[in-house]
């Protein structure tokens, strides 16, 4: 209400596109910063402060880690406590501290021990505690940020675009596809312009450069702040779940016969906060939590105050013994989310390879540029460019082209549905681990015809592996962006900020899962000589076969998908009435189902 009457007063309405570039400004710099940072933090803590491999990938594990968990936190905090402007802003200011710090360690050698004398690694001297206590502390600060500011971004930008507005409301379908662009490209910049220049202008240029882009970025987006749409916080949404769930098991022997849904208790007025632009309605999956929408005795407690002498108000709930129709079907909504949500996990997972088997597998193979023409190879780690290009190159097209044609089709707006695009995106992963099960046999057998598999490697161009990088790369422009959308589309109003913290969740999940994969896959292939599918030389392993299990577990999770899509029931929202006059005619903005 107060953001109505702001536009109201100044005459302009708030939010829109124009506000996208101060949004778009602050992701990029901060994907810069944290891929920059991340994608070479192995050498730097190896080469620089001299930590062992396994205490440095032990370092950067735990780091991931307490990134994966914070953004639950910071997205109980913009939907509960201070909105989602202010924990991106302090959230950013937090991160830019952590990178600054970071920046003066690398920079300044005060900060580092001193390089290495000659007689191999014993004559390293490694980082003092002091030294390494600020990198831990960078690293938490970065953590920190991280979890303030990737749950909300999303959400905030999408927020810019008002859903009460048939218009605004396809232009935010549009947004996902293009913050995910802006994603790619600078992840794109990182792998290839920061990283060059950290190998080879020095790690205080390096980080310096994103930090300031941090910092500039920041600026830039506090300075949009006149123009922002910003929803208020509608208190804990964790809270109001545990309460209609307490409530339903207080109730949980009232006979079916007393649970109509006619009489469901219902009160606009104490919705109102979580409910902008219209209420939930009564859905029949989960019935059993429709029992803490039956009104009994002593669920309405009416207020006295017999010293005012004015009417006694109206009766209010008891909020842990009854819960309003819209808060029970949140309850649903959020659970119904669960399976579709839980299916994006094994994607992860397949992707996962590409940063570790696939770079493996590059680092045994032909990586010369242009063979017979020049001497220049690509290093291994930027193999991944070709997953960032074929992901971005998807997006142009399915914005521009697949989306205007498609909605000739289906008669949506965005062209099709995010379960479809979903969809899409499982299929294509899982051809994308099939088609490198089939490489690797290739590159295994043309490393043994050359006589180089005790060597561990193999005559085979790197670029045979381009398909797996590249189709990996369109599989996670279908899958990662409509899960991204599915999240925010069909959470309730009042949890978009921790949907998108469940989306980032997904993502850790999935890469902790690749881990536990291939150690399953070890014990489970090790032979009597102790030879497994995944020895150090791969020529001497089954990576292959891998591959292939992967793939098949892909194909029963693509299959647990379609039925967990084919049954999903959207939210139902019924528009409140000044929205609908707004849209002309009295349309609910209800997904119907048949049509997706």
């Known amino acids: 209400m107060a953001m109505e009457e702001a536009r109201k007063t100044t005459g302009r309405k708030k939010g829109g596109l124009r506000t996208m570039p101060f949004i778009f400004a602050n992701e990029?710099?901060?994907?810069?910063?944290?891929?920059g940072f991340s994608t070479n933090m192995l050498t730097y803590l190896t080469t620089q402060l001299h930590m062992p491999l396994a205490k440095a990938a032990t370092t950067l594990t735990n780091f991931g880690g307490t990134s994966a968990a914070t953004p639950l936190i910071g997205a109980f905090l913009a939907d509960a406590c201070i909105g989602r402007f202010w924990t991106i802003a302090a959230a950013s200011i937090?991160?830019?501290?952590?990178?600054?710090?970071?920046?003066?360690?690398?920079?300044?050698?005060?900060?580092?021990?001193?390089?290495?004398?000659?007689?191999?690694?014993?004559?390293?001297?490694?980082?003092?505690?002091?030294?390494?206590?600020?990198?831990?502390?960078?690293?938490?600060?970065?953590?920190?940020?991280?979890?303030?500011?990737?749950?909300?971004?999303?959400?905030?930008?999408?927020?810019?675009?008002?859903?009460?507005?048939?218009?605004?409301?396809?232009?935010?379908?549009?947004?996902?596809?293009?913050?995910?662009?802006?994603?790619?490209?600078?992840?794109?910049?990182?792998?290839?312009?920061?990283?060059?220049?950290?190998?080879?202008?020095?790690?205080?240029?390096?980080?310096?450069?994103?930090?300031?882009?941090?910092?500039?970025?920041?600026?830039?987006?506090?300075?949009?702040?006149p123009m922002y749409r910003r929803l208020d916080p509608a208190g804990s949404p964790f809270t109001r779940l545990a309460q209609v769930v307490v409530a339903a098991a207080k109730k949980r022997r009232l006979p079916a016969r007393d649970v109509d849904a006619s009489a469901l208790y219902e009160n606009d007025d104490l919705d109102a906060p979580i409910s902008m632009y219209g209420k939930l309605v009564h859905t029949d999956q989960l019935s059993f939590f429709d029992r803490a929408a039956v009104v009994t005795d002593g669920d309405l407690v009416t207020p006295t105050d017999a010293a005012s002498g004015k009417p006694s108000p109206p009766p209010v709930p008891n909020p842990w013994r009854l819960s309003t129709v819209h808060r029970v079907e949140e309850l649903k909504s959020v659970i119904r989310m669960g399976p579709i949500w839980a299916a994006g996990i094994l994607v992860i997972t397949a992707s996962s390879t590409q940063h570790t088997f696939s770079l493996q597998q590059a680092t045994t193979m032909d990586r010369r540029l242009a063979p017979g023409l020049s001497a220049f190879q690509i290093p291994a780690g930027s193999m991944t460019v070709f997953a960032l290009l074929a992901m971005l190159l998807t997006l142009f097209v399915y914005d521009r082209a697949l989306v205007p044609l498609a909605r000739r089709v289906t008669g949506l707006d965005r062209g099709i549905s995010f379960l479809h695009r979903m969809g899409v995106g499982f299929a294509l992963s899982v051809l994308a681990t099939l088609v490198a099960g089939f490489v690797e046999r290739h590159r295994r057998a043309a490393a043994a015809a050359a006589g180089a598999t005790d060597a561990g490697m193999s005559p085979l161009s790197a670029y045979w592996l381009v398909p797996q990088y590249a189709l990996h790369g369109v599989a996670e422009a279908f899958t990662s962006v409509g899960h991204l959308e599915f999240m925010y589309d069909q959470a309730p109003e009042s949890m978009r900020s921790t949907a998108t913290a469940l989306f980032w969740l997904s993502i850790s999940l999935g890469s902790y899962a690749s881990t536990m994969l291939v150690d399953a896959v070890h014990r489970w292939s090790a032979g009597p000589g102790g030879a497994n599918w995944l020895p150090d030389n791969i020529n001497h392993g089954r990576l292959d076969y891998f591959y292939w299990v992967v793939t098949m577990l892909q194909i029963m999770n693509l299959v647990y998908y379609a039925v967990c899509a084919k049954r999903f029931t959207f939210k139902p929202v019924q528009l409140h009435k000044e929205v609908e006059e707004e849209e002309g005619g009295g349309k609910a903005l209800v997904e119907l189902q048949e049509k997706v």
């Open 28 to 35: 990029v710099a901060e994907k810069l910063a944290v891929v």
């Open 94 to 225: 937090v991160y830019q501290v952590g990178m600054a710090l970071l920046t003066v360690s690398a920079a300044l050698p005060q900060f580092r021990p001193p390089p290495c004398k000659p007689g191999g690694a014993a004559a390293c001297q490694e980082a003092a505690p002091w030294q390494l206590a600020v990198l831990y502390a960078s690293l938490l600060l970065n953590a920190v940020g991280a979890g303030g500011y990737r749950p909300c971004i999303v959400a905030f930008g999408a927020d810019q675009f008002d859903e009460s507005r048939a218009a605004e409301r396809a232009r935010s379908w549009g947004f996902f596809n293009w913050y995910y662009f802006c994603n790619g490209a600078s992840m794109l910049l990182a792998v290839t312009a920061v990283v060059y220049v950290q190998d080879n202008v020095g790690w205080g240029w390096g980080l310096g450069v994103p930090a300031v882009c941090m910092g500039v970025s920041v600026a830039a987006f506090v300075a949009g702040y």
